[in-house]
């Protein structure tokens, strides 16, 4: 069974800076890919970042770009989120996702619906 397990979240004045954690675990995640999603109160779900397996690619929401950074450790099973320059519009319930290879298959990273596997989610919350 697989589960996903976040940590790091918590109360941030705005311009400071908190890592979040996910721990993987239930199978191995060779070419899955890895993110990072956030709700807001009243809001949908929106992409924040993901990873590929290698690490070598990274995608960013463009909210996101230069404040925040994803990296992943295989050999632990764990993805990690650094947020720097925090906003208050940052402000949100942080969920890590796992996507599946899907050989041949177009995909939609920043889509939710190409994530199998999610998180119970951690707040951040951004005060101004």
């Known amino acids: 069974q697989v589960q996903l397990v976040e940590s790091g979240g918590g109360l941030v004045q705005a311009g400071g800076s908190l890592r979040l954690s996910c721990a993987a675990s239930?199978?191995?995640?060779?070419?899955?890919?890895l993110g990072w999603f956030r709700q807001a109160p009243g809001k949908e779900r929106e992409f924040v970042s993901a990873i590929t397996w290698s690490g070598l690619s990274t995608f960013y929401a463009d909210s996101v770009k230069g404040r925040f950074a994803i990296s992943r450790d295989n050999a632990k099973n764990m993805i990690y989120l650094q947020m720097n320059s925090l906003k208050p519009e940052d402000t949100a319930v942080y969920y890590c996702?796992?996507?599946?290879?899907?050989?041949?298959?177009?995909?939609?990273?920043?889509?939710?619906?190409?994530?199998?596997?999610w998180g119970q989610g951690t707040q951040v919350t951004v005060s101004s």
């Open positions: 239930g199978r191995t995640f060779t070419d899955y890919i």
């Open positions: 996702a796992a996507s599946p290879p899907r050989p041949g298959l177009r995909r939609n990273l920043k889509s939710s619906y190409d994530y199998s596997y």
